[in-house]
Every structure is written in structure tokens, then in C-alpha cells.
């Protein structure tokens, strides 16, 4: 069996949220703040009936709380109307046990089975925060607030003085209106429902969480040591251990006590002397036949358990430091391996029918690309060996060298809008396109791109266009090309947003003709995407064997061999594409803004500038700035090959200049700059 979904509701930035959990990890990414660590963190808090305050109910929700007490405070709605009408925040768990075929085998989620339907495969499992209070101590509240009911009552509209009442009440009571309850429901009638305990769900599902503020500082300042403290749990006897681990300790403590009786008797020896020397001093008294006896209890647990410290030793002379001179990522990476393998020994405890769960928050702190490589190394390798083939990982991550490391098939893409959050599972966009997530995945891979990480994308032919776009992003905001470009719309559709340059725009370099591989994951993901790429003209030369394209100028061009510019037109569904393998250049140089953007994805390519239409990028930026080139005229094919013989040089040259930007890119940019979410 196995955890199959969560579902979330009220909580933060989720609204109402689901999450598939895939059978053995689940990655979830995301840009910065669009609450990809919400749900584990409600999941915990729900399991273990951890009081949530005010700040955890989402915005969006909080105008409908406070108009319902407003309501019930004047009699206008009853309380069991309010109490019906209330937002609840809630998690839901669906366990899938379809592969069981022992009843003996189901354990701990035998409790959460209700319904007797045979072709039922799935248990629901609801936790919710549900309302706790009475009207009689809402109204007990109001009075001790010092909000009366009569100055209340003087409005049936609730002002911004007495929302700002209700909210200072309900900030400083949540806790007191709320508390968990657990409910089993089942699948086929959520009306019958069965209350059963958190001990019950802490049973189903044991759990590791490992948040992102680790405290790995071992410095000498301090007196607890986290990953000291780690390894000596670890050295505790375990009835649990393996053989190997346990034959270790037996002869660790066998060792200690052998030794510590030779110190204990060569102690009393020593102690004995001293004692001598000191009766001149009046010890030991002649009223008191008693002489001090040394004795020397070295144990496991004083010795080694409390005593035992990690250093660093230096592999050819034996040299050590101490371990607050190791940097922060190897320690990090010390003290996740310590407690996976802690978290390993207590999973042999778990009851028949348990699902474990491992949750951790973005492991990469502090750690460069090496370490993050060996820390997924490390975890397939604990996963393996756990031999717990229903445990399940849960993890949050900004590091593409972590997604790289999973299944396309396990990443799940979190995606704010204004003040909620989806989960997009990948998965899904993998069936629908087997052949597009099969390239992009491997393109990921080995650019190690952070697609999934960034606010807005930007898809470019090549080096160039990537060299180029960080500069001309920084000059359309220092030159106003952005309030240029906003003042000239409608105001309608004119939205204020923060500006492209401080927004995180991923530039990712696949050239003209991959391009349009990514446009299906751009539109899934709903990322605002701008794809720069060039017309690419050409004529077709009629020859015995076939057609051949001849690249030309595009004032002498008939058809363009860029396949993005091909897949454009088939996506606009307004054009006869039956024939686009013929003439078509004439489209492209005669579309509207409107036809270059479908949902949240926006085409540029060269236009007719300086009465010159530009077939590549190099062609654009010789023919916008002519007087750096000392052309006075059109540039001829043979200027650009002269111009261009090495593409990264030729941009790196223009770079120290101050050059002029072709129009189509700064058009793309600023369309990039008020772009928003896709819905």
C-alpha cells in the first residue's frame, strides 16, 4: 500500500490543492515563496494536532470569516449557519491498498477502511480544523474586547473599523476557535464519516521530517553539538541493530570494561600516595578509619555515548581539527546521513500496514553541486537498503543538479497565482507528450538548467542572443523602455508589476529548431515565456534529386527553415497549413502582436527596421548600428560573413559598445516585463 494524494485546503497560499505522490519520491520545486514546504508542514502539524495561528488562514478566505461573525454577532445568520459556512483549513490523505491481498496485511489502516465495497481500493483519511468554540464565549470575547453590540448594530455593512475589530479578535482567539479532529470518510459516500484518533494516524504514517534551518554549527562556542549528539544516539544499543552493528557495540563495551578495571586499580594506587603525602594536612582523620577509594566506573554511556566527539583527521600524518573548522555544506551532508540512518533503525519498529514517510526541505543548504550529487547518491543508496518498499519521500528543492537526479515522471511544479497555488504533476504532461518530455528531460540534464526555479523564461537561438540578454534586460529598464512600452497600451490592460530586471528569468539557449519543443511544458507549467528566434529566409532551388533551400536575403526569400516559425503557424490554427512546406515567409512578416502570443507564450523574430528586414540576429544588430560597422548602406551577406566569423567574439565586441538594441528584441522584453501567470 501506499500514500497515493494529498489534498489541501485553507492553508497559506493553499486554496485547494492536490498532490500525487508518486510510489517511492516526490520532488517538489518551484521559484522562491509560492509555499512549495506549506504542505508538509500542514501535514505535520495536522498529524500531530499542532495549534495553527491566525496568520496561517489564507488572505483570500479571511473577508468571508469575518462578514460570517459579523453576521452572527447581530442575530442575522445562526450559529449553525456560520458553522457551516466557515472555510475550514483541512488535509486529506488517500492511501491506495489495491495491491494487498491479506485483510492481516492492512495494520494500522485497518482502522480507516469504513466501507464494505469489494472493488474499493482506497482509504480517505480527512484531518480538519474544525470549530471548537460556542456563540455563548464568541460573544465573551467581544465583551472582553470591549466591542459592544450596540455600537455594533448601528451598521448592517461591516466598515473597515469594525473589520479591523473582528480581526484583532480573531488573531488573538484563533487558537482557541479551532482544534483538529481526525475522520475516516468513505470513498464512494463522504457523508459517512467515522472519528478515529491521532494516535491512530501518527500510527499509519511514522515519519522523518528534516527542515531546511538545520542547526549543523559545531563550533566551540556551543555547548550542544548536533551531529555529535546524532552519532551518539546512533552508539546506543539498540535490540534493533543489525548483527554487524551489534557484534561492534559488544565488543566496544567489552573493551571498556576490561580496560576499566586495570584504570580502576592503578587509580587506587596512585590515589593511595597522595593520601599519604596529605596527612600532614590532617587527612585522613584518626577518628575516621575511612581512606578515599578511587573508583572509576568507565561506561559505554560516560564514555563513549556522552564523550565521544567527530574531528577531522588529516589522511597522511594523522593530524585532526576539530569540527567547527569543516564548512557548513559537508556537515550539512554529515548530519542528513546521521539522521537517515537514525531514522532507518526506528523504521524497524513501525506496525504491519505503516507508510513512512521521509519529508525534507531543500538538502542542498550550503552545499555546492558535488556534495548535492552525493547527498542523492546517498539517499537512493538509504532507500534501497531501509528494504521498506512502501516507504516515501517527500522532498522540496531549488537545486537543479537534485532535479536532474529524479524521473521527470516525480517532479511536481509548484505555481503561484496572486494568493494561491497549484501543484502541476509532470507525469501528467508525460503521457500527453511521451516524445517532448523524453528530449526536455535530457536537455535539463545535461544543461543543468533552473527552469522549474525561475519566474519567467526566455527560449534563444543560441550564444548570442544568451550573451546579449542580461545587458539589453538591464538597458530596457535604465533607459525606460518598459514604461515606454507600458504608457503606449491601453490602461485597461496596463498592470504596474516589478520590473524584468529584478524578476528571475531563466535564459535557456535551443536554437530555431528545438525551440518548439518546449512550448506544450511552457504552456502546461504556465510560465511567462518569451521565445526570440530568427526568420531564417530562404528560396527553394528546383533540382532533378528534389528541393533544395538556399539561404537569402529576406527581401529575396520566399520561405523560412526555421521549424519554431513552422510549429508557430500550425499552433494559430488561422492559416491553411496544408501548404506550409512551401511559400511562407510572407506570413511571418505580416503577423499581429496578437498572433505572435498564444496564453503565455510570446514569439519575436526580425521585422523591417531602418527600411531593412534582418534575417538573424547578427544581420538585426550590424543593420541597427551601422556607424559602429562604418556601413552607410543595407548590409549585404557578404558584410555579415565578414563582420561574423566567430559569433561569441562578435558579440563579446559589441558588448564594450554602446550599441543600439533591435526593435524586435526590445518588444519581446518589455511583452516578458507585464507578462503574468497564465491561468
Not at 556551543?222 to 546524532?230: E, F, N, Q, W
Not at 518530455?437 to 527560449?459: E, G, M, N, P, V
Not at 540578454?469 to 497600451?489: A, H, P, T, V
Not at 510572407?586 to 534575417?615: M, V
Request: charged share 30%; hydrophobic share 35%; glycine share 4%.
Amino acid at each position: 500500500m501506499y500514500l497515493k494524494s494529498i489534498e489541501a485546503q485553507n492553508y497559506r497560499l493553499l486554496k485547494n490543492v492536490r498532490l500525487n505522490v508518486d510510489k517511492s519520491a516526490t520532488l517538489i520545486v518551484g521559484s522562491n515563496n509560492v509555499g512549495k514546504t506549506s504542505l508538509i508542514d500542514l501535514m505535520e502539524k495536522a498529524i500531530t494536532k499542532e495549534k495553527l495561528s491566525f496568520d496561517d488562514y489564507p488572505f483570500c478566505r479571511r473577508e468571508k470569516f469575518y462578514q460570517g461573525i459579523w453576521d452572527l454577532l447581530l442575530k442575522k445568520i445562526s450559529y449553525e449557519d456560520w458553522k457551516q459556512n466557515i472555510d475550514l483549513v483541512s488535509i486529506c490523505f488517500v492511501v491506495d491498498y489495491s495491491e494487498e491481498s491479506d485483510e492481516d496485511q492492512l495494520g494500522t489502516l485497518t482502522p480507516f477502511i469504513i466501507d464494505s465495497d469489494d472493488n474499493i481500493s482506497d482509504a480517505k483519511i480527512e484531518v480538519i480544523y474544525s470549530l471548537s468554540t460556542t456563540e455563548e464565549r464568541l460573544r465573551t470575547w467581544v465583551h472582553e474586547e470591549g466591542i459592544t453590540l450596540s455600537a455594533m448594530s448601528d451598521s448592517d455593512d461591516l466598515s473597515q473599523e469594525n473589520k479591523e475589530s473582528i480581526r484583532k479578535l480573531i488573531k488573538k482567539r484563533f487558537r482557541d476557535i479551532f482544534e483538529w479532529k481526525v475522520r475516516a470518510v468513505n470513498p464512494n459516500d463522504p457523508e459517512d464519516v467515522s472519528i478515529r484518533s491521532h494516535k491512530e494516524l501518527e500510527d499509519l504514517f511514522p515519519r522523518l521530517v528534516i527542515a531546511a534551518e538545520r542547526d549543523i554549527d559545531e563550533s566551540d562556542g556551543k555547548k550542544r553539538k548536533p551531529l555529535t549528539d546524532i552519532l551518539n544516539r546512533l552508539l546506543e544499543t539498540n535490540d534493533d541493530d543489525d548483527d554487524d552493528i551489534s557484534e561492534g557495540k559488544k565488543q566496544l563495551r567489552d573493551l571498556l570494561e576490561t580496560n576499566g578495571q586495570h584504570v580502576e586499580s592503578r587509580a587506587n594506587e596512585i590515589l593511595e600516595q597522595i593520601m599519604k603525602k596529605a596527612a600532614a594536612f590532617g587527612y585522613p582523620r584518626p577518628e575516621l578509619d575511612l581512606l578515599l577509594y578511587a573508583r572509576t566506573d568507565i561506561s559505554l554511556e560516560e564514555q563513549v555515548l556522552h564523550r565521544t566527539e567527530l574531528t577531522y583527521r588529516e589522511s597522511e600524518n594523522g593530524e585532526e581539527l576539530p569540527g567547527s573548522h569543516n564548512g557548513l555544506g559537508f556537515k550539512n551532508l554529515l548530519k542528513m546521513m546521521f539522521v537517515l540512518t537514525e531514522f532507518a533503525v526506528k523504521l524497524k519498529n513501525v506496525k504491519i500496514g505503516a507508510i513512512p514517510l521521509l519529508c525534507l526541505e531543500e538538502p542542498e543548504s550550503h552545499m555546492h553541486p558535488q556534495l548535492q550529487q552525493i547527498f542523492v547518491q546517498h539517499l537512493k543508496s538509504f532507500l534501497d537498503d531501509a528494504k521498506l518498499n512502501n516507504l516515501q519521500v517527500l522532498m522540496t528543492t531549488h537545486s537543479s543538479h537534485i532535479v536532474n537526479a529524479v524521473k521527470f515522471d516525480q517532479v511536481r511544479y509548484v505555481q503561484r497565482k496572486k494568493h494561491e497555488v497549484n501543484y502541476q504533476d509532470l507525469s501528467d504532461f508525460s503521457k500527453e507528450h511521451p516524445t517532448n518530455a523524453d528530449f526536455i528531460h535530457k536537455y535539463l540534464t545535461i544543461s543543468r538548467c533552473d527552469l522549474f526555479f525561475a519566474d519567467k523564461a526566455i527560449l534563444v537561438e543560441g550564444a548570442a542572443e544568451r550573451l546579449l540578454l542580461r545587458d539589453m534586460i538591464r538597458r530596457c529598464c535604465e533607459e525606460g523602455k518598459f514604461d515606454e512600452f507600458d504608457s503606449s497600451r491601453k490602461k485597461a490592460e496596463s498592470k504596474r508589476c516589478i520590473n524584468l530586471a529584478s524578476q528571475y528569468c531563466t535564459i535557456i539557449e535551443v536554437g530555431g529548431a528545438f525551440a518548439h519543443l518546449f512550448i506544450p511544458l511552457m504552456k502546461f507549467l504556465g510560465i511567462p515565456t518569451l521565445i526570440l528566434t530568427d526568420l531564417d529566409s530562404a528560396e527553394r532551388i528546383h533540382q532533378k534529386n528534389g528541393v533544395k533551400l538556399k539561404k537569402v536575403p529576406v527581401n529575396k526569400g520566399t520561405c523560412t527553415t526555421n521549424a519554431t516559425l513552422k510549429f508557430w503557424l500550425a499552433q494559430l490554427k488561422t492559416y491553411d497549413t496544408a501548404n506550409m512546406e512551401k511559400d511562407n515567409l510572407e506570413l511571418f512578416l505580416t503577423l499581429s502582436d496578437e498572433e505572435k502570443t498564444i496564453e503565455n507564450i510570446h514569439l519575436e523574430y526580425q521585422t523591417e527596421e531602418q527600411g531593412y528586414c534582418a534575417r538573424t540576429l547578427e544581420d538585426a544588430l550590424i543593420n541597427t548600428n551601422r556607424s559602429i560597422y562604418g556601413l552607410t548602406t543595407f548590409p549585404t551577406e557578404d558584410d555579415i560573413e565578414n563582420l561574423v566569423s566567430k559569433k561569441t567574439d562578435f558579440t563579446l565586441e559589441l558588448l564594450q559598445k554602446n550599441y543600439i538594441m533591435p526593435s524586435y528584441m526590445v518588444k519581446g522584453l518589455c511583452w516578458l516585463n507585464f507578462a503574468t501567470i497564465c491561468n
